[in-house]
């Protein structure tokens, strides 16, 4: 009896001592531990010149096991492709350790030409056939202006209403369209929150950018929260050790909503081993995502 009370004492009195030292962390600290963010790659410069076999392989030997594909580079992945074809990059994507995202266009839904304006848009979904058929999740589209001489509100319920006919059919082939903030005056985040205002589609999200933009009175946290609850599942980033982009503060602020999706680098640079450049970016995200950039 009295091994047992002493053993029923021990074990409350160390759980005593766990409850204590972990109210002695800031909550914020265990929501960092328990990040889920993981990095990947948009072939923008860096991938633009690998063909798809090898473009798997340096993402595999890099460690960064996601990637956009983005339009018109050396991975030859557009609509062109038949069925086996698309059957077949399926196939090699679903034989490594690399998530294929989905395909970043350069679809754009501003213009005032309606001819214009439907080719986009009949465009984009050709390309979700496309990404539904290589086993991918979404399509990269952009905003990228706001015509002179049309009203701003205008062009603004011309694109969410081009986002929501996009989005509806996106949802029937399990696909998201994720909206990069993008272009000029689009990409200035009050003008993005009045487009997603109209934005009725669940499957229409927002792929933050990191524009300088972003830091525009009222600075970079209030920007974020005005958008973040239409935030998908991609960011695009730029190098982490170039330029002067609050990296650090941008991660705490998707630390703290939890996010759980992809940050993608969308690089800039040409260093001469683009596989070890990506190991070093990866580096620095393992670093930010724990708070220690």
């Not at 595999?60 to 062109?80: D, I, N, P």
């Not at 986009?120 to 905003?143: H, Q, R």
């Not at 009175?217 to 209030?222: F, I, M, V, W």
Request: proline share 5%; net charge neutral; with cysteine.
């Amino acid at each position: 009896m009295k091994n047992n009370s002493r053993r029923e004492f021990m074990q409350k009195s160390v759980a005593a001592s766990l409850s204590l030292a972990a109210m002695q962390f800031p909550l914020d600290t265990f929501a960092m531990a328990k990040s889920g963010m993981k990095f990947g790659l948009v072939t923008y410069q860096w991938g633009k010149d690998w063909d798809l076999p090898t473009l798997i392989a340096n993402c595999e030997k890099a460690g960064v096991l996601g990637v956009e594909l983005r339009t018109e580079h050396a991975h030859g992945v557009e609509t062109s492709l038949n069925a086996a074809e698309r059957a077949e990059v399926k196939k090699r994507f679903e034989d490594s350790k690399v998530t294929c995202l989905g395909y970043g266009s350069n679809f754009e839904y501003h213009s005032p030409d309606p001819a214009v304006l439907r080719k986009n848009i009949d465009g984009t979904k050709e390309y979700i056939k496309l990404c539904k058929d290589i086993g991918a999740t979404g399509i990269k589209v952009k905003p990228n202006n706001l015509p002179e001489g049309v009203p701003k509100e205008k062009t603004i319920a011309q694109i969410a209403a081009s986002f929501n006919e996009v989005g509806k059919f996106a949802a029937e082939y399990g696909q998201l369209v994720r909206v990069e903030v993008h272009g000029h005056l689009t990409q200035e985040l009050p003008t993005m929150k009045a487009i997603f205002d109209q934005v009725t589609e669940p499957a229409v999200k927002i792929c933050w950018n990191c524009n300088a933009e972003d830091l525009l009175p009222p600075g970079l946290e209030a920007n974020f929260n005005s958008v973040k609850q239409w935030f998908g599942d991609t960011v695009h980033v730029r190098e982490f050790n170039e330029g002067d982009y609050p990296y650090p503060e941008l991660f705490k602020l998707f630390n703290g909503i939890k996010y759980d999706g992809w940050i993608l680098m969308e690089a800039r640079t040409e260093p001469t081993d683009r596989v070890a450049a990506l190991k070093e970016q990866l580096a620095l995200f393992n670093q930010l995502k724990k708070g220690k950039g």
